[in-house]
Structure formats: structure tokens, C-alpha cells
């Protein structure tokens, strides 16, 4: 995908957000797209928006920190990791993703 | 052609004894495991082809589940020096090929040789090493010692190559190392549609392969070049 068709894509995610900024869905898919695309700043603001009206989002959490993971900032991927297994303590691949990052870095 | 060992004994259903009994298993071989250990035995037979509770001194024991018949025994038999000194010895009788036995210490491991152990390993130690190794080096991920004096590590692309090809950034000419490998982290939806990191491995890289922040490079080279190479991260 060029510039000019991700711009496109977001553009119609954001009209979209803008009638319904409470549909957390669309915002975790803009987020995943974001992700896909490698803006992960992007992917985590999405998300952190996502998180601020929608605090017990188990998805947008997990998102959020594999984002964190990709930028390698592994404190706060942890973090968020920590968290999905608080909301969804059965979270198997939430507890594999924990197990991968702690290690002596 | 050597043929490849398919039947292996674990002597020892402990900690170090049971990861490589079950490791073992999830590579398609047939495991037995022993353990004096009524528990330790419950604790693991789900994962091993058979796991029995018996004495491994008592010779008798050992040959009634057929452990003669084995390619490979492994002895972990936790902190009875004595007992695994014994139970080598007696496996190497029984004729069995390959026997490895955990030592607890270097004169422990010297008299295990001495016995016949194939091949003494010092789980500690190593990761002992291991350990103090990446703690003091913290950008190598990982490392494999190759030869002495030579090694294999596993470190993310410092800041001064990120950006550059394999050819551009003149690793082998300015440090004597050799990037092997490099591990591109890819972001991808899994089944469920969440995200996830890939991991693509670009095995002998081509020279125009761009580095890019986030990779994880493999070299291999000499401790000295590779110390030049990590001290002017």
C-alpha cells in the first residue's frame, strides 16, 4: 500500500470515528491498521484513546501491548500484558507474550 | 550413515530431569522416566511415553522396564552424588550407547567420566555463565560458543547501522564479523485477528538487505571483534 492509499483508508476510519467516537471497534481497527503499517505511535495513541472511554477493553490492551513490544519498549508492553491477564486471567497467548519478553534485557 | 536415537531413559523426574524428558517427548521419541518419587512419576506420565516409579540402584528394577534396550540415558538424579555415580556405571554395563549425566560439581563430573558418562553437563554452571554473560553485555540477546574463543551472538541492530545495507555499513572489513543471519519482525494479524509480531529469518543475507531498527542481527566471530563491534554501539 502507497502513502496516498493509507492516508485514503485512515481518512475514511476517521469520518467514521468522527459520527460515532465511541465505537471502539473502528478505533481498534484503525489501531491494527496503524500496526500493519508500522506508525506504532500511532497504533498506541489509538489505543490509549480506545482505553480512555473504554477502560476494561481487553483487546485494546493486548493491541496496545504488542505495539509497545514492537517499539521494543518492553516496560510498558509488560504492563499492558499484565493487565489483559487481569481482565482475562485464561489469556494463554497474553501469557506466552510475557514469558518471550522477560528476559535479561 | 549413524542411525538416529529413537528410545531414551530419563533417570530423575526433578526439575532439569522432567524439561528434557517432556522436550523430548514433543519431538516425537519414546521417553521412559524414573523417579523413586511416587509424585514426581504422577507429576510427568502424561507427557512421556511411560513413567515408572522404581529404585534406578536396584539393577533388577531397571532391566524390568527394559532400559538396556535404550540409545540414550540420561541421568538427573538431584543431589545424591553416589547415586548417580552408581547408576552411570551401571548403565554404561548395561551397554547403552550414550549415557549423559547431570554433574553437581567439576569433581563430581570428573568422576562421572572416569565411570563412563558420554557426556557430563553442568546445568548450573552454564547458565551461570550464560547469565553473567548477558548481564554484563546486555545488547547480546543471546550467544552460542562456537569454538573457545569463538561465538555465535544475536543482537538487535545498533543505531549507527540501522538505516544502511549489509554492503554499506562494512561490518566484515571494519570488525572481522559476518552477519549470518537476520531476523525481521514483521507485524501481522494472528487467527483470531489480533496483532502479533512475526518473525521472518533471512538466512545468509544478501548484501542489499537494509537494516532497519527493530531487526535482530546473528554474527558470528572472534570474542575480540565482536566486543570491538559492541563497544561502538
Given at each position: 500500500m502507497n502513502e496516498k492509499e493509507f492516508n485514503s483508508e485512515v481518512e475514511?476510519?476517521?469520518?467514521?470515528?468522527?459520527?460515532?467516537?465511541?465505537?471502539?471497534?473502528?478505533?481498534?481497527?484503525?489501531?491494527?491498521?496503524?500496526?500493519?503499517?508500522?506508525?506504532?505511535?500511532?497504533?498506541?495513541?489509538?489505543?490509549?484513546?480506545?482505553?480512555?472511554?473504554?477502560?476494561?477493553?481487553?483487546?485494546?490492551?493486548?493491541?496496545?501491548?504488542?505495539?509497545?513490544?514492537?517499539?521494543?519498549?518492553y516496560e510498558e508492553a509488560k504492563k499492558n500484558y499484565r493487565k489483559v491477564l487481569e481482565l482475562d486471567k485464561d489469556n494463554k497467548g497474553t501469557q506466552d507474550a510475557l514469558n518471550r519478553i522477560t528476559t535479561f534485557q | 550413515m549413524t542411525k538416529q536415537p529413537t528410545q531414551f531413559v530419563v533417570i530423575g523426574a526433578g526439575a532439569f530431569g522432567s524439561s528434557v524428558a517432556i522436550t523430548l517427548s514433543k519431538n516425537g521419541v519414546d521417553v521412559i522416566v524414573m523417579d523413586k518419587d511416587k509424585e514426581a512419576v504422577q507429576r510427568i506420565s502424561d507427557y512421556v511415553t511411560q513413567a515408572v516409579q522404581l529404585d534406578a540402584m536396584d539393577e533388577k528394577a531397571l532391566r524390568s522396564v527394559g532400559v538396556e534396550?535404550?540409545?540414550?540415558?540420561?541421568?538427573?538424579?538431584?543431589?545424591?552424588?553416589?547415586?548417580?555415580?552408581?547408576?552411570?556405571?551401571?548403565?554404561?554395563?548395561?551397554?547403552?550407547?550414550?549415557?549423559?549425566?547431570?554433574?553437581?560439581?567439576?569433581?563430581?563430573?570428573?568422576?562421572?567420566?572416569?565411570?563412563?558418562?558420554?557426556?557430563?553437563?553442568?546445568?548450573?554452571?552454564?547458565?551461570?555463565?550464560?547469565?553473567?554473560?548477558?548481564?554484563?553485555?546486555?545488547?547480546?540477546?543471546?550467544?552460542?560458543?562456537?569454538?573457545?574463543?569463538?561465538?555465535?551472538?544475536?543482537?538487535?541492530?545498533?543505531?549507527?547501522?540501522?538505516?544502511?545495507?549489509?554492503?554499506?555499513?562494512?561490518?566484515?572489513?571494519?570488525?572481522?564479523?559476518?552477519?549470518?543471519?537476520?531476523?525481521?519482525?514483521?507485524?501481522?494479524?494472528?487467527?483470531?485477528?489480533?496483532?502479533?509480531?512475526?518473525?521472518?529469518?533471512?538466512i545468509a543475507p544478501p548484501p542489499d538487505l537494509k537494516l532497519e531498527e527493530g531487526d535482530v542481527i546473528m554474527m558470528i566471530g572472534k570474542d575480540e571483534a565482536i566486543e570491538k563491534f559492541r563497544k561502538k554501539e
Open positions: 475514511k476510519l476517521q469520518k467514521h470515528l468522527d459520527l460515532y467516537p465511541e465505537d471502539d471497534e473502528s478505533y481498534i481497527l484503525l489501531g491494527k491498521f496503524y500496526f500493519l503499517n508500522k506508525k506504532y505511535d500511532n497504533a498506541i495513541e489509538i489505543y490509549q484513546k480506545v482505553l480512555s472511554f473504554a477502560v476494561e477493553n481487553v483487546s485494546a490492551y493486548y493491541n496496545l501491548a504488542v505495539a509497545y513490544e514492537a517499539k521494543k519498549n | 534396550k535404550s540409545d540414550v540415558a540420561i541421568v538427573s538424579i538431584g543431589q545424591q552424588m553416589e547415586a548417580s555415580i552408581l547408576v552411570t556405571m551401571m548403565l554404561k554395563e548395561m551397554g547403552i550407547p550414550k549415557v549423559v549425566s547431570k554433574a553437581l560439581s567439576e569433581s563430581h563430573g570428573k568422576v562421572l567420566t572416569r565411570v563412563g558418562a558420554d557426556y557430563v553437563i553442568f546445568p548450573e554452571r552454564d547458565m551461570g555463565i550464560k547469565l553473567a554473560k548477558s548481564l554484563v553485555a546486555p545488547t547480546i540477546l543471546d550467544h552460542i560458543e562456537v569454538s573457545p574463543g569463538y561465538n555465535i551472538v544475536e543482537l538487535d541492530v545498533p543505531s549507527f547501522l540501522q538505516g544502511k545495507s549489509i554492503l554499506k555499513s562494512q561490518i566484515r572489513t571494519n570488525y572481522g564479523v559476518e552477519i549470518i543471519a537476520v531476523k525481521k519482525h514483521t507485524p501481522k494479524l494472528d487467527s483470531k485477528g489480533e496483532s502479533v509480531l512475526g518473525e521472518d529469518i533471512i
